[in-house]
């Protein structure tokens, strides 16, 4: 069974960075991170390919985060950097059957952990 839990979370400035953890248990295909901010869509982030290593992110956030896993530690992380008010909202990582950003090919979810960016 897949487990997956988030950390790393919290408030910061613009400009600033955060490092997300997921600690996963469990195999999966793809890991992603997912973020959703109120009264908006959930929004695929970034994802990493469990096999070939391969990452893939979305427009908004490419070339300001990394993700990244660590295979002896089973954990997962999402570096951001430069990060603006946008990037404001609630981080999940998930576990997938496809490394597409699609929500609709999650089939585990972690329980999200905060992130907060002021001007």
């Known amino acids: 069974q897949v487990r997956l839990g988030e950390s790393g979370g919290g408030s910061v400035q613009a400009g600033g960075s955060l490092r997300l953890s997921c600690v996963v248990s469990g195999g999966s295909y793809c890991l992603e991170w997912f973020r959703q901010a109120p009264g908006k869509r959930r929004e695929g982030v970034a994802a990493?390919?469990?096999?070939?290593?391969?990452?893939y992110y979305a427009d908004s956030v490419k070339g300001r985060f990394t993700v990244s896993r660590d295979n002896a530690k089973n954990t997962l992380y999402l570096q951001m950097n430069t990060l603006s008010p946008e990037d404001t909202a609630m981080y999940y990582c998930?576990?997938?059957?496809?490394?597409?950003?699609?929500?609709?090919?999650?089939?585990?979810w972690g329980q999200g952990t905060q992130v907060t960016v002021s001007s």
């Open positions: 998930a576990a997938a059957y496809s490394c597409s950003l699609y929500d609709g090919h999650v089939s585990h």
């Open positions: 990493i390919h469990t096999g070939a290593g391969s990452t």
